[in-house]
């Protein structure tokens, strides 16, 4: 089913929904937020539950670090559920809302310390475990996959960085993009192209080409 | 009609591959890639890329439920009204106590301070004792002035004079005992 609400300045915001039973993940929020703002603790637990691997993954893709990436999601949940009266459903997503906010913080923190902000330990050693059923060699090449991407990403500008993260690492929409970013759509647009030409030109000694290599054998 | 240049193509490679073009843009797009070498290679580099980032960016980060517990006890830490801490309480007893220890202590040293200010003044009788008190010394340090100094203390007969048992107690004990 093919519905349609209205987003940041009266834009249609289109969304496609496989079984139209079933609610959207923003109607499922509204209810929680419903039940929050009526005084019941659990609908924090359950916005949490929703959105919280969502916001620290975003956190992490920006900051590069583990510690940082769990204050500033942290920080963020806390803002959102204290300011939860200040959300208008009729503006934009709760997601959208949500990860507004964890950027806003995380440019907050890029200020603060100018220094590249790098998690050496993970990157020395990945603590992602290969998918079980996976050759060594498959396994080896996924996670130098990730090492290489996560040193690419370390190396863009942060407003490109955030783009292709909101784009690839969340499957957000450009105009979903503009609206988290608080830029037009045009350069949300543009900002995808220039990391993903940035991303491309970094990628190409190792990756897919390397992992097909090693998967042919 | 406006030239579709390679430049603007490829402007728009990214969006094709992400299906985010108006149907016309997608068909201009399309039609030129069906005729430009140089920009359909452009367009695979650019769809490799696409799918790269879009196998291993979304695991990149992935949480694990111990961070995710932590950062839920941070953000209830957070959220917590703000308990009347033990502080304020401890800070009200104390008040209560040494509003206590004044209202017993305050009219005690006032009381003390009261009669350390004002006091007793001496009454005539004292004033007469005093002086008897002197004139026996001086009797009793000189015996023959005795009867002469009987008009300024009467006390000082002579049957009385000679015992030294109505010699005060302040007078010197030194004198009361030399006396013969």
Known sequence: MYTASFGKGNHPVETWRLNPSEPTLQEISEGHIAACLSGEQAGYSALYELYAAGVYRLCYNLLLNRDDAEDIAQ???VYAFKNLRR???SKAAFKTWLYTIAICRCRNLYRRNRVPLLDIATLLH????APKGESPEAAYAHSDARATLQKALSRL???LREAIVLRYGHGLTYREIAEVME???KTAESRVRLATEALGGMLRP????LLEELLSY | MKTYTCRRCRGDIPAYIHRELPIRRRRRVHLHLNGCAACYAYYRQMRDVDDELRATMPVIGVPDALQLARVWRGIQAEMRPARPAYGHWRMRYSLALAMMVLAIVLPWRFAAQQARALPVPPTPQTQTEVTEGIVRHVAMATPEAGPSLASYAPSLRSDR???PAIVRNDA???IATDTP
């Open chain 2, 161 to 163: 004079l000679a015992t």
């Open chain 1, 87 to 89: 959300y208008d459903p």
């Open chain 1, 183 to 185: 830029c037009p759509a």
């Open chain 2, 172 to 174: 010197p004990t030194t």
């Open chain 1, 126 to 129: 990945n603590p992602l475990t």
């Open chain 1, 206 to 209: 190792t990756g897919a080409h």
């Open chain 1, 75 to 77: 920080d963020a949940f």
């Open chain 1, 157 to 159: 500008q942060p407003r």
